[in-house]
């Protein structure tokens, strides 16, 4: 009799053991299934941000706090990416028209979270090669990607389009600009222009590679246009249809619709403009945009889920230290003791995130608080 339950405990707790290794299998498989990937738009760096982020009592900058409140949406992400519209081309430091930031800038971006760099838009040839060239070593130092500029066509050769690697599941990256406002990008340096048919090879080279998706991140459209132009919609759709699988769009400086293109059955989504990650601008619909957030589904390589969120900029004091406040609206509606901001700023915050999901009624909003 003994042994008789002996057995029946042991096959009890093998039973048992086996149950529990199947779910942690299922939990991780359903993981492993799907990449995150998340878009914020134009890191700006008018003179403004620079002296609220300097520091007279070290002689040093520190730009930690811009990005306290939007950094837990930004770290969890597979890939995490941001068009740099800035030059870091040392000093002196400038704003507009001609961008060169201080180092620690990107050292905060890093900190948030970014993993990969866009560099090709309009602001990247503003202090010359030795700013483009300078600005290249500075993200490399930190250990970061980056795509959309380079050294010289040999180096352009050697690592684009951008390769990205997890989980088993390749990813190319593209990203190119409309122009460099007329400023000459010096030989030997190359900057992606939005060209048809290098954007074709570029296309054909991931191909040939045998990635799993691409991705395109454009700098492109017409400034201050809550809504994309035909040029747009027409590179749009003759980039899915010869294969790209993701558009997201960045250089208008406030939030453009997002749409879907339907190619062979499949959906390619387009976000055409994210709008001013962070910046000194202060016009109605400049003073913010989204972060975006796309899940695809490695099984079938499809889109799974796109989610943004809306992201406003707060300039001001919050626990006494002045400075520029990337403040999540969903957040701030939820629970506004959180950030103590002024009514003012609360009135034109609420009608930013009004407007933004009015313009993005067909795809989610995105709070991981809510989930």
């Known amino acids: 009799m003994k042994k008789i339950i002996f057995l029946f405990i042991l096959v009890f707790t093998f039973s048992s053991f086996l149950q529990e290794e199947n779910t942690i299998d299922v939990n991780q498989q359903l993981i492993d299934d799907k990449i995150v990937l998340v878009f914020a738009g134009d890191i700006m760096g008018h003179s403004p941000q620079f002296k609220a982020a300097y520091s007279a009592l070290n002689d040093q900058f520190n730009y930690n706090p811009c990005f306290k409140f939007v950094k837990p949406y930004i770290q969890d992400a597979d890939f995490a990416f941001v068009n740099l519209e800035v030059t870091l081309a040392g000093k002196p430091y400038s704003g507009y028209p001609n961008f060169s930031s201080p180092d620690e800038l990107l050292d905060a971006t890093k900190n948030a979270g970014f993993d990969i760099i866009l560099?090709?838009?309009?602001?990247?040839?503003?202090?010359?090669?030795k700013g483009l060239e300078r600005t290249l070593h500075t993200i490399q130092n930190r250990y970061l990607k980056y795509a959309g500029?380079?050294?010289?066509?040999?180096?352009?050769d050697s690592i684009y389009p951008l390769l990205l690697n997890h989980k088993g599941f390749s990813i190319a990256i593209l990203n190119c600009t409309y122009g460099t406002n007329m400023n000459p990008v010096h030989y030997p340096n190359i900057v992606n222009m939005l060209d048809s048919a290098q954007v074709l090879t570029d296309i054909k080279r991931a191909k040939y590679l045998n990635v799993d998706y691409i991705v395109a991140f454009l700098h492109w459209g017409n400034e201050y246009e809550l809504k994309a132009n035909k040029s747009q919609e027409d590179f749009a759709n003759f980039l899915a249809a010869n294969g790209v699988d993701l558009i997201i769009g960045s250089h208008p400086h406030v939030i453009q619709n997002a749409d879907f293109i339907n190619v062979s059955n499949k959906n390619v989504p387009v976000v055409y403009s994210l709008g001013n990650f962070i910046s000194n601008q202060r016009n109605e619909n400049t003073n913010g945009g989204i972060i975006a957030k796309i899940e695809i589904n490695k099984r079938n390589k499809n889109v799974s889920s796109v989610e943004y969120l809306p992201v406003y900029v707060?300039?001001?004091?919050?626990?006494?230290?002045?400075?520029?406040?990337?403040?999540?609206?969903?957040?701030?509606?939820?629970?506004?003791?959180?950030?103590?901001?002024?009514q003012?700023?609360?009135?034109?915050?609420?009608?930013?995130?009004?407007?933004?999901?009015?313009?993005?009624?067909?795809?989610?909003?995105?709070?991981?608080?809510?989930?």
């Open 149 to 156: 500029s380079y050294l010289s066509n040999d180096h352009r």
């Open 119 to 129: 560099t090709a838009n309009n602001h990247v040839a503003d202090r010359g090669k």
């Open 344 to 371: 003012a700023d609360s009135t034109i915050l609420r009608k930013f995130d009004f407007e933004t999901r009015k313009r993005l009624q067909n795809i989610s909003v995105w709070n991981k608080y809510l989930k």
């Open 314 to 342: 707060h300039r001001g004091k919050l626990n006494g230290l002045y400075q520029y406040y990337l403040i999540p609206t969903t957040d701030y509606i939820i629970m506004p003791s959180k950030y103590q901001i002024p």
